[in-house]
């Protein structure tokens, strides 16, 4: 990619050059050239600055979720009610709001179960814009406390900013590759070996990401934390998926194996146990005093405070969760002029329990399906999360295993993302893959099944059986009710697909309209009615979906993620599916126009003169989807 150049020559200064891991000045026409070599380098190397850098480089590129949970009920009250709100006020406090931080503290306490551990007081916490942004400001924080000391022990495959936050700030990387056999978890010994005496921090992230595996054990996390105790090196746990335990496990806490919050950082947000809550962009930090008073002088320095509105919204789901253990909460909310009744309590539990047990359930159904596959070579179970990671057997129809990924991330309809991403071992790199469970299963089957080879008639026979199960669970998802019908109509059970899209209505879920739409459209056109299925086949066409309101271009993710749906969101298979529909009526001026219309916007099988004579039209009504 390249990058639009100012009109002057700039060139980098001396912060500009450590941002980016260079030991020299630069210009900008040597740093696009060294981007053009970097963009198409097929092994990551976790000392580069590149191995993280270059997947932010495409501006529009976002964590967007494409599948979105909604926010709960109560939450999204709260949040319409402050909105309505006109009284501003003046510059919030560095580290957060005292309530909130009050608030945080107290639920710190009640996850801690070790009688030893640490007081946790407000003056141990720091609200900051999310976990990612948290981590960039401790990171800088714990090389000015360790002036003499540079180096930072982070272990991968992870999350793959570490690296990159660590050159920005003047830091060295001291990544530990870690191994398959311990479900790329780090082990005590593999850090004690990464230790020397300039070494400042230790990065430690359970329950992972990509692999959603955590320890189950005590005993490697205390002789972890005894040696940073030991080496006087700051310990930073990124705990961010500690709410999405499976099977009712319980997380470890960071904090109940200390007894002290010195050189101790402990990281968390809302984004992955409260999904619908992606967009607030908050989290925050129990940690060391000394810490937390250099972030707020950062802080104050470079204008990242969090809005007072999503820190009044933080503080009620954290209220709510100090609820969830019997303890009250009422006095925090007041202090912002909230009241909330038991009846909306009992209901945020319930939409919060609802979406963590779809998230559980979906990664357990298609946790079994890669398991039982023999296309699957390796597979971590996941004990936290809506994540999997699995390795593929190399495809022998692919003489390379790049060609595979680039076909791969092109064809499936699923949210996935290769190993590489994530500093995977450079020789498994693309045959390591990331999936992430969303709210529609019937996407994530899909994609699954394109990926393990199904036939499209056994993947359409999987994905009714497997949703007929989904839908008893939840009966009022309209996304699995479509998905449903869809996979009856391609097995050509009219009646039962007629069935079920009678229990639909088009909701203010653009995506159920359109799907409801497009699959009445298609039904009565092999039903034979034509006249009917053109009607709602242009209202299909009227849906903002297919004019790219619902997902940004130029996302490469997101469009590859919706590549092989385009039989169904494609503008230009709809206008060729009415003009056969018309040529068959023999309403030739209306068939040529919307022929034309599908060939203009791309359509390969829209030429007029394919079509000729009642047998093929016939045949083309036939094979209409």
Request: proline share 6%; glycine share 4%.
């Amino acid at each position: 990619m390249k990058i639009r150049l100012p009109p002057t020559d700039v060139i980098f200064n001396t912060s500009h050059a450590r941002f980016m891991g260079f030991t020299r000045l630069m210009s900008f026409e040597e740093f696009n050239k060294v981007i053009a070599k970097e963009k198409f380098s097929i092994s990551p190397d976790p000392t580069s600055p590149w191995t993280a850098a270059r997947y932010t480089f495409n501006l529009d590129q976002s964590n967007f979720n494409p599948i979105e949970y909604p926010l709960p009920r109560l939450i999204d009250n709260v949040w319409r009610s402050f909105k309505l709100k006109k009284n501003l006020r003046g510059y919030n406090r560095l580290a957060g709001e005292l309530p909130l931080r009050e608030a945080i503290a107290e639920l710190a306490r009640l996850r801690i179960e070790n009688l030893d551990s640490p007081e946790i007081t407000p003056a141990n916490i720091f609200v900051g814009n999310s976990v990612s942004s948290l981590l960039d400001k401790v990171i800088q924080a714990v090389l000015l406390l360790s002036s003499m000391k540079n180096e930072i022990i982070f272990h991968y495959p992870t999350y793959p900013i570490f690296n990159f936050l660590i050159l920005k700030n003047g830091g060295k990387p001291v990544p530990i590759r870690t191994t398959y056999r311990n479900n790329f978890l780090p082990t005590p010994d593999e850090i004690e070996k990464a230790i020397t005496p300039k070494t400042a921090a230790i990065c430690l992230v359970y329950p992972c990401n990509p692999t959603g595996a955590t320890f189950t054990d005590k005993r490697p996390l205390e002789r972890i934390f005894f040696l940073a105790r030991k080496n006087n090196i700051v310990l930073i746990a990124d705990e961010i998926y500690q709410d999405t335990m499976h099977g009712g496990e319980k997380h470890i806490s960071s904090l109940s194996l200390v007894d002290s919050l010195y050189n101790m950082v402990s990281l968390t947000s809302l984004s992955k146990d409260r999904p619908g809550f992606n967009d607030l962009r908050v989290g925050y930090a129990v940690a060391d005093p000394r810490i937390i008073c250099i972030l707020a002088l950062l802080a104050s320095a470079q204008e990242w405070q969090v809005p007072m509105l999503i820190q009044n919204l933080l503080l009620v789901d954290t209220c709510m969760r100090i609820a969830q253990k019997n303890v009250q909460y009422q006095h925090w909310l007041s202090k912002i002029g909230l009241t909330i009744s038991e009846e909306e309590v009992k209901q945020y539990f319930s939409d919060i329990n609802n979406i963590i047990g779809k998230m559980e359930r979906h990664a357990k159904i298609i946790y079994d399906i890669l398991a039982d596959s023999p296309r699957i070579e390796k597979i971590i179970k996941p004990r936290a999360g809506n994540i999997l990671f699995f390795k593929i057997r190399t495809p022998p129809f692919f003489p390379k295993i790049r060609d595979f990924k680039k076909c791969l991330l092109k064809k499936l309809p699923i949210y996935i993302r290769p190993g590489e991403d994530f500093l995977i071992d450079p020789d498994d790199h693309f045959r390591w893959f990331r999936i992430t469970i969303t709210q529609s299963l019937n996407y994530t089957l899909l994609g699954v099944y394109m990926l393990l080879g199904f036939s499209k008639n056994k993947r359409n026979k999987s994905l009714k059986d497997q949703l007929e199960r989904e839908i008893k669970y939840d009966p009022k998802n309209l996304r699995n009710l479509t998905a449903y019908a869809s996979a009856l109509l391609d097995l050509n059970k009219h009646k039962k697909t007629l069935e079920i899209l009678n229990k639909i209505s088009p909701a203010d879920d653009i995506l159920v309209r359109y799907q409801y739409y497009y699959l009445r459209g298609i039904l009565f056109l092999k039903l034979g009615k034509l006249k009917r299925g053109i009607e709602w086949l242009k209202k299909a066409i009227r849906v903002p979906i297919l004019n790219k309101q619902l997902w940004p271009e130029g996302n490469a993710i997101d469009d590859t993620y919706y590549y092989a749906q385009s039989r169904m969101f494609n503008k230009a298979q709809l206008y060729y599916n009415i003009g056969v529909a018309y040529s068959f009526l023999k309403e030739k001026r209306k068939a040529d126009w919307y022929l034309k219309k599908a060939k203009s916007l791309g359509h390969n099988r829209s030429n007029i003169s394919a079509i000729k004579n009642t047998e093929s039209l016939k045949e083309n009504a036939k094979n209409l989807r």
